[in-house]
């Protein structure tokens, strides 16, 4: 056996054992440490949409799960298109703007531009008014 070193002690690092060590109801029969979101939080959520009314322990269970492996999924896409030791909002946006499959994200995720290729848009858009009137 090799001994690894330890993994280095970033702000990534120390959010996600801190998140890890969130409690789960207890009358769950599922385990805590099967998921590292917070499951109160994504119950939250989760109600906050006018269609929920009840959520069970399995539902949230479920849902909080395939967050997490889609925020993984991401995460790895993005790291794959930049820099491999950290993921910048450059990375993410390129990657949803890139994918058909993140095409609902457009506009959550948006990629960004400068000022000036903002106003020379918005004077595109008056000068394609200008012309249909």
Known sequence: MTDAPPAPNTPGNAALKMVSNTPVLSSSPLRSKDVLLPLARVKTIMKSSPDVENIGQESLFLITKATELFIMYLTKLS???????????????????????MEFLHDIVPR????????????????EEADIF
């Open 79 to 101: 790291q794959r298109h930049g820099n491999d030791q950290q993921v910048e909002y450059a990375d993410l946006a390129a990657v949803v703007q890139r994918k058909d499959s």
């Open 112 to 127: 960004k531009i400068k000022y000036q290729e903002f106003l020379k848009m918005m004077e595109e858009e008056k000068d």
